[in-house]
């Protein structure tokens, strides 16, 4: 089943929608940290997000922007705004819905279900696939997968972009700055470790498919992935 991510500074009516979600058999998190809602976004990766308006530091709308630089999955703001511009604005800032409060359980039920069948079951487009391979690595972009023989890895977006762009410009070197543009789009305001950790987070999923040491750190100029998986054979 899909994970749902609920965004609500109200304990008691995450809980009870964290409840009557998990009967469904939807895998659910609830955030607790409304200052680093992207970071808990990316790292379970959710099917789905319930996200209300009224947030502490930043409101719905930003965040539900932050999210739409990075993914498309559905995003449904769940908020006792009930007037016409709050869902005008839910909506332009990348919104598939708005449900007010109070709400019914089986009204929530139903436009999530049909959200996701939307996204990702029966009536999501059907589009071409887009693949990078490299000397048998296979990286598979709107699955945000790699394999190589029967192994397979799962990647998080900014992984797959960062690997996508070593692979497509291997063995050659590539700029910090060329992977920070994008990964990023204010490099500005990336700390100088974010892209440190970002590599090796993807060396260590390279070693999930028996590849070690592939990413080189060139100092003073970038990193480059080289396929020295084919002599380890």
């Not at 709308?61 to 839910?90: H, N």
């Not at 436009?111 to 996204?119: T, Y």
């Not at 977006?157 to 543009?181: C, D, G, Y």
Request: glycine share 6%; net charge negative.
């Amino acid at each position: 089943m899909a994970k749902i991510m609920i965004v609500e500074d109200d304990p008691k009516i995450a809980k009870l929608l964290q409840g009557h979600l998990e009967k469904y058999g939807y895998l659910v998190t609830i955030t607790e940290d409304f200052d680093h809602i992207l970071d808990l976004f990316t790292k379970i990766d959710p099917g789905l997000v319930l996200l209300d308006v009224n947030l502490p530091s930043y409101d719905g709308y930003y965040w539900c922007r932050q999210i739409r630089k990075i993914s498309t999955c559905p995003i449904l703001f769940i908020s006792a705004r009930s007037g016409e511009m709050d869902q005008v604005m839910a909506l332009e800032n990348g919104a598939d819905d708005f449900i007010t409060k109070p709400f019914h359980y089986e009204v929530v039920m139903a436009k999530i279900r049909s959200q996701l069948r939307r996204a990702y079951g029966e009536y999501a487009p059907k589009i071409e696939e887009r693949t990078v391979e490299l000397k048998g690595l296979t990286l598979y972009m709107e699955r945000m997968e790699a394999e190589k023989g029967d192994n397979i890895i799962s990647l998080t977006k900014k992984e797959a972009i960062l690997l996508e762009t070593l692979m497509k410009q291997s063995p050659r070197v590539v700029s910090r700055e060329t992977i920070l543009e994008k990964l990023w789009d204010d490099q500005s305001f990336v700390d100088e470790n974010t892209l440190n950790v970002n590599v090796t987070r993807v060396r260590k999923k390279l070693q999930g498919l028996g590849i070690d040491d592939a990413i080189e750190t060139v100092r003073g100029a970038g990193y480059r992935l080289v396929s020295n998986w084919l002599e380890a054979r």
